[in-house]
Structures are given as C-alpha cells and as structure tokens.
C-alpha cells in the first residue's frame, strides 16, 4: 500500500536554528498538508497546498514558515528561527482529491 | 474562529464494553472525518460523512451525522484492547481546511 513519507524522524535543534522537514507525498496525489501536534494536543492545520502555491493557510503559519515543492516528489516545510513553542510533531499529508487524508509518521521536532 | 469539541476527553472502558465519542461544531460542516491515533503513531483516517443524518458502520464501529451538520458520534460495540487509541474528528467547513477536534483518548482495560 502506498504510504506517505518523512525525514527525520525526529529532529533536535536549537532555538534560532533554521529547520527542513521533509515529506513524500503518495506519488498521484495532488493535494499537501502540513500539520502540527504538540504533545498530547489536537492536531493544528498549518498549510495547504495544491498546483505549486498554498491555497490556504493558518494563523499559526507565519513568516517564519514556508513550504516548498522543490522537486516533483518532495514537500517541505522550513521554519527560519525556530522557537521553543516550535517544538511538536509535524505531520504531512496528501489526497488525492477524494476524502482520505493520508499521513506521514511524523517528524518530531524538539528545539532546546 | 470555528471550534470542533469533543467529549469525553478521557474514557476507560472494560473490554467488552461499549464506548461512544461525540463531537460537536460551532458552524455547518460539508462533512466530517473521523480518526484514529495509537499512542506514538499518526492519525490513521476511519471514515467521511457527508450527508445530513447518515449512519455508517465499519464492523464494531457506527458513525453518525447529524441532521443540521454540525454533530457526529462514534460508537464502537464489545470495545477490544486494539481499539486503544485517541478518535479524533476533523470538521470540514463550507470553503475551509479541516478543524480537527482534540480527542477522545480510550483505554481498554483486559
């Protein structure tokens, strides 16, 4: 079954620091997620995206985060100084068009 | 802003028992997603309602939508040790990315 993927699995880093998390998204789908969850929290939307620009986007997304299509296979998402409040899991996740989100395992993010 | 609230927060059955989530939105949906989360993994998608009232089951499992769009249950029958997780419902507004709501966390006691 095809399955979305991220890298790192967790990822530690210091206050200040810039980070790429990275996604692979299930090969036919169009449609890309970020999400976060902090820790024994709900999950937040941060980010969508869809034909190579983000159709919408959260009040947490700030200018400190972009995400990016670099290629035909992965999606990323930068934070430019991360904060302490930064640290989470992040999900990605991508659809088809119909209605089943499918998520990644995740990237922790710890920043000390 | 849109709200999606959950209840209970917390629930511990006996296994065996049946256990039942709900949640509610602050505005009509288009339709709702509900989910599942291990404890360390991601959320795993169960199921989309869309229509006003629509009950749909998945073995031990019954989903519900309610008339007005705004509310929807899981009920799961004879609760087992693998049903363990935290259920989350996602709420699609008319126009708007899914609100999700912050979960019911189940313990099944053997």
């Known amino acids: 079954e095809p399955e979305v993927t991220q890298t790192p699995s967790h990822q530690v880093t210091q206050m200040g620091q810039e980070v790429i998390l990275r996604c692979v998204p299930i090969?036919?789908?169009?449609?890309f997620y970020w999400y976060r969850q902090i820790l024994g929290q709900k999950v937040e939307f941060l980010v969508s995206?869809?034909?190579?620009?983000?159709?919408?986007k959260s009040e947490i997304f700030d200018d400190q985060f972009s995400v990016e299509r670099p290629d035909g296979s992965n999606f990323t998402l930068k934070i430019r100084s991360t904060k302490l409040e930064d640290s989470a899991m992040y999900f990605c996740?991508?659809?088809?068009?119909?209605?089943?989100?499918?998520f990644g395992p995740g990237t922790r993010l710890t920043v000390t | 802003g849109q709200q999606v609230m959950q209840i209970p927060q917390y629930q511990h059955v006996q296994e065996g028992e049946d256990f039942t989530t709900y949640c509610n939105s602050s505005?009509?949906?288009?339709?709702i997603q509900w989910y599942k989360q291990r404890p360390g993994g991601h959320p795993v998608f169960l199921i989309q309602?869309?229509?006003?009232?629509e009950v749909k089951k998945q073995k031990r499992l019954t989903f519900q939508f309610g008339e007005a769009k705004k509310n929807s249950s899981l009920h799961i029958t004879a609760t087992q040790t693998t049903d363990v997780g935290t259920y989350f419902c996602?709420?699609?507004?008319?126009?708007?990315?899914?609100?999700f709501g912050p979960g019911t966390r189940l313990s099944v006691l053997p």
């Open positions: 996602a709420g699609e507004p008319y126009g708007q990315n899914f609100v």
């Open positions: 996740a991508s659809i088809s068009g119909g209605d089943e989100q499918y």
């Open positions: 995206f869809y034909n190579n620009e983000i159709s919408e």
């Open positions: 309602l869309v229509k006003s009232g």
């Open positions: 505005t009509t949906l288009s339709n």
């Open positions: 090969s036919n789908h169009l449609y």
